[in-house]
Each structure stands twice: as C-alpha cells, then as structure tokens.
T-cell receptor, first 113, second 114 residues
Framework: DADVTQTPRNRITKTGKRIMLECSQT?????MYWYRQDPGLGLRLIYYSFDVKDINKGEISDGYSVSRQAQAKFSLSLESAIPNQTALYFC????????????FGEGSRLTVL | DQQVKQNSPSLSVQEGRISILNCDYT??????FLWYKKYPAEGPTFLISISSIKDKNEDGRFTVFLNKSAKHLSLHIVPSQPGDSAVYFCAANPGSGGYNKLIFGAGTRLAVHP
C-alpha cells in the first residue's frame, strides 16, 4: 500500500461545483503539502501544514481551502470549481530533515468542464 | 518570475550514453537542491539532492553538480537506460522555518532510446 494515498485519483466535474480531494499518510510525518502540476509550469505549492493547528497559504492559494483533520489527513477543497483549476494535484509529506525531501502521493487528476 | 528554471522541455539520448539535465536558479539563499523523477500516472519520487555548501554529490549512476557562481546545477546519468525515461524536476529548498516548501522547475522529459 502507498504511504501517501490520494482520493479520488480522477474526477470530472462542472463549473461551480464543490470538490474535495483527500490525502492520508502512514509515514508519521507532521508536515503535509498540496501541490498543483500544470504543463510547462512544474509543481506549485497551494497550501502547507505543520500540524493540525497550523495551516499556511502557498504560492497559489486563491480559490482553494484546506483542512487538517488529523496528523495523517489533509484535504483540499475547491469551493466553486472553475475550468482553470483543471490540473494534476499532488499531496506530499515531509519530516523535519533539512534536505527538504518530500514524499508524494500518486496524484489526483481533476477536470473542470 | 520563476526562481527555478529548466529551459529544456525535452531531451533524447541513446541507451548507454550520458544524459545531462540542466537547471538554473535565481535565489542565492537556497539551502538544498533536489532532483525528482516522475513516471506517468505516478507521483514524483526523490532521486538525489545536494547541499548548497557542496559542489558534487554522487549516487550510483546519478551525479548532481552545483555551480553556485553561475547559479546552475546539472544532473548527469551515466550510463542512461530505457527505464530512466521519465520527467525530471529540479527543485530548491529555501530552508525557511523548518517547512520544506520546495520550489520546482517546469521539468524536462527524458527519453532514452535503444
């Protein structure tokens, strides 16, 4: 089983709908992240969290919100999806090591029509 | 403005030859640099890293070189194998407050052909 699990893996929705992407991890890491991948732009940070009481905006947080329900769970919500939020979304975790190594889930592909 | 740039979207190399993937950055305060590899339908996986105080790090077939004066790093794969065909992302860690807020380049798609 994957250490970082994302659900759903694929989702097609319509403009204006609310969408939640869920992430759970078994690595025991306290730091969790949501990134978005777009062609030609690499991965960009949406939100990150140190623990359940710590939520921080990343580079592109507008239109998104997150919830850290437990140390192992970090969900990303799109309150009212729009077509330019069509992308591949990755959840990641890290320990407190200095190198910055992130452990990624397999991704959630979201299409907004 | 992109702080980490990978200017080559794609690279094609023959099996057994060297693959060289390049990355440029703008912020001299980056603490660590990392390379990630990504196969289709999978998440990125860590490949190799280098501290900003080093100029070379080697792990098997993979070597990363860091040139701080030029703000440039490169990943060398020798010898290249067909299984190395993937998208490679360069990333930098600003090292801020204990969060690993990696900044990624756009990626280079490597194709290793027989």
């Amino acid at each position: 089983d994957a250490d970082v699990t994302q659900t759903p893996r694929n989702r097609i929705t319509k403009t204006g709908k609310r969408i939640m992407l869920e992430c759970s991890q078994t690595k025991g890491h306290d730091r969790m992240y949501w990134y978005r991948q777009d062609p030609g732009l690499g991965l960009r940070l949406i939100y990150y969290s140190f623990d359940v009481k710590d939520i921080n905006k990343g580079e592109i947080s507008d239109g998104y919100s997150v919830s850290r329900q437990a140390q192992a769970k970090f969900s990303l919500s799109l309150e009212s999806a729009i077509p330019n939020q069509t992308a591949l979304y990755f959840c990641a975790t890290s320990s407190s090591g200095r190198t910055g190594e992130l452990f990624f889930g397999e991704g959630s592909r979201l299409t907004v029509l | 403005d992109q702080q980490v740039k990978q200017n080559s979207p794609s690279l094609s190399v023959q099996e057994g030859r060297i693959s060289i993937l390049n990355c440029d950055y703008t912020n001299s305060m980056f603490d660590y640099f990392l390379w990630y590899k990504k196969y289709p339908a999978e998440g990125p996986t860590f490949l190799i890293s280098i501290s900003s105080i080093k100029d070379k790090n080697e792990d098997g077939r993979f070597t990363v070189f860091l040139n701080k004066s030029a703000k440039h790093l490169s990943l060398h794969i020798v010898p290249s194998q067909p299984g190395d065909s993937a998208v490679y992302f360069c990333a930098a860690n600003p090292g801020s407050g204990g969060y690993n807020k990696l900044i990624f380049g756009a990626g280079t798609r490597l194709a290793v052909h027989p």
